[in-house]
């Protein structure tokens, strides 16, 4: 079984890590503060054939709905071609400055 990192992922998945993240960016505007590909891919373990594709996206506030679901939208769209897109949601005050747990 073959496996890659970011640098080396068959282009199907890059293209498919790119379209999101540049659609999510569309989405969330100013609202968005960083996404991060983490994970099998990030770690350099993922195989094409069982992993996900793990993305950590953190923003400043929470989203509206209809921000919900234009991203859900994406995400239908998105996950499954070629990769299931595994995903979490920040939000910059509820993480920064950090204490544990993390989720109350």
């Known amino acids: 079984m073959a496996q890659y ?3 080396s992922c068959p ?3 890059h293209t498919q890590i790119q379209t999101f993240c540049q ?4 989405i969330l505007g100013d609202a968005l503060v960083s996404m991060y590909l983490h994970g099998s891919l990030a770690m350099g373990c993922f195989n094409a054939e ?5 993305l950590l996206v ?8 209809d921000t919900k679901r234009r991203i859900m939208d994406l995400l239908l769209h ?3 071609a070629p990769s299931p897109i595994e ?6 005050p509820g993480i ?6 993390l989720f109350l």
């Open 5 to 7: 990192e970011w640098a």
């Open 11 to 13: 282009t199907p998945i």
């Open 23 to 26: 659609q999510a960016h569309t």
């Open 50 to 54: 069982c992993s996900d594709l793990d």
């Open 58 to 65: 953190v923003g400043h506030e929470q989203m509206s709905v």
């Open 78 to 80: 998105l996950s499954n």
């Open 87 to 92: 995903i979490s949601f920040l939000v910059l």
């Open 96 to 101: 920064h400055p950090f204490q544990h747990p």
